[in-house]
């Protein structure tokens, strides 16, 4: 899954508060405490109210550090003992519903301004993790710590609506999770390397679904939508996104895998977690069409997805006329071809087409047609940077001045034998 680690490097944002008394904690979890993350809205209700913070022993195996409130209790930490297998979390502590899980300090208030993208994040066990790429260089392990692995099942109370960021990323040996009723959100790294979770039921109120929180879940399989959900609804092998019937993402991990006549495009993220071999477009749909590994809109002739071949070429069907915005990909790129009928380009078209950076090469966009193409948005954004162009010599003159007008330059490399985007 290529595309994650792109996506990993710019979504979480954490920022980090060390205390300057005393002496540099030298384990993980110590460290962790003074992480203070940006606080839900369920938490920065609660900070409103008058807070006890409190350790309740829930039994011999676990033990919950929780801010209780007036309407509502936070889970701030869980410390559970090997012997521990299901962790079973109440719906009310003293008589107050349990409403939100996220790791904070023992303080009961959290900065509001926004966090430092340092790619750190705690789970609520108190783990640190870092949750970039590193380029690439970094090993799983070294990206997300292994623990609590004895715990194989978790079951939480209806009365939870938000569960934090990166909440339960590492545990290795989770098999199964009981989400609540009144949950409302899936966020980032949620389930990050949760490598034996193999499904998920979204509860009816979720209308958001970070498809990062499943990152280096290796053995996932299956993101089921429960009917009555007012946000998704899962049709075949694909989840939708009820506002526009846009497809939001494949529901389960399949070779062979058809986009059902009801979808009306496809979403910026919709292959970037399950990557069938093979994709086939109902020919009973009325709004996608599919040519050449390519879909695209019926109408516009906006291209929406596209699939690599086997020699890592995309080849863009003639007719086509604009090239859409994060236009989806499964497989590398190491050549893009553009036909003369492509006269738009959109922001950020080529974001998720790009090669195999352990090979050292760059993409090359072959660009067929006599014309400059017209910029949809801002032109920077608009034309990929770090990209090999290849067109014929004649017309350099009238790209270079298009490039330059829309803040890129050209420059012929004898390496690649193309002019390269600066």
């Known amino acids: ?26 384990h993980i979890t110590e460290a962790a405490d003074s992480i203070l993350p940006r606080q839900t809205e369920e938490a920065k209700e609660l900070v409103a109210q008058p807070v006890e913070v409190k350790d309740i022993s ?16 936070c889970i701030r930490k869980i410390t559970a003992k090997k012997s521990c297998k299901k962790l079973v979390i109440p719906g009310n502590i003293e008589g107050v519903p349990v409403t939100s899980i996220e790791h904070t300090s023992n303080s ?12 750190l ?59 609540p009723k009144q949950l409302k959100e899936i966020e980032d790294y949620t389930f990050a390397r949760c490598s034996k979770l193999k499904r998920i039921d979204v509860p009816q109120n979720v209308s958001k679904i970070d498809i990062g929180a499943f990152w ?16 998704f609804l899962e049709k075949g092998d694909v989840i939708l996104n009820k506002s526009d019937y846009s497809m939001f993402m494949f529901s389960k991990k399949k070779k062979n895998a058809v986009i059902p006549k009801e979808v009306r495009t496809v979403g910026r993220n919709a292959f970037n977690f399950f990557e069938p ?15 050449q590994n390519c879909i695209y809109e019926k109408k516009s002739k906006t291209l929406v997805a596209v699939k690599s071949d086997k020699n890592n070429v995309v080849n863009i069907p003639k007719g086509i006329r604009t090239l859409g915005s994060e236009i989806c990909c499964i497989g590398f790129v190491d050549k893009i071809i553009i036909p003369k009928s492509v006269k738009y380009w959109c922001e950020y078209w080529y974001y998720n087409m790009y090669n195999d950076s352990s090979r050292s090469r760059r993409c090359i966009i072959y660009i067929k047609g006599k014309k400059t193409p017209t910029i949809i948005g801002d032109g920077e954004k608009a034309i990929p940077w770090d990209y ?16 330059k007008k829309n803040g890129r330059k050209l420059r012929w490399s004898k390496v690649f034998k193309a002019y390269v985007c600066e």
């Open 1 to 26: 899954m290529q595309t994650f680690k792109r996506y990993a490097m710019s979504s979480l944002v954490v920022l980090i508060v060390i205390c300057a008394c005393g002496k540099a904690e030298n």
């Open 388 to 403: 090999a162009y290849k067109f014929k010599k004649n017309y350099f003159k009238l790209f270079y001045k298009s490039f």
């Open 121 to 179: 994040s705690i789970n609520i066990f108190g783990v640190m993790n870092n949750n970039s790429d590193c380029d690439g260089a970094a090993s799983t392990e070294e990206l997300m710590h292994a623990n609590n692995t004895n715990i194989q099942e978790i079951v939480l109370p209806d009365s939870v609506k938000t569960i934090a960021k990166s909440s339960f990323q590492g545990l290795t040996g989770l098999k199964k999770i009981h989400l």
């Open 108 to 119: 009961t208030a959290a900065p509001d301004d926004d966090e430092d993208d340092d790619g």
């Open 58 to 73: 829930l039994n011999k195996d676990v033990i919950l550090k929780v801010a209780v409130g007036s309407k509502g209790c």
């Open 216 to 231: 280096l879940c290796k053995s996932f399989k299956r993101l089921h939508i429960k009917s009555g959900n007012q946000f």
């Open 277 to 291: 071999k093979t994709i086939k477009v109902s020919k009973k749909n009325k709004y996608i069409k599919q040519k």
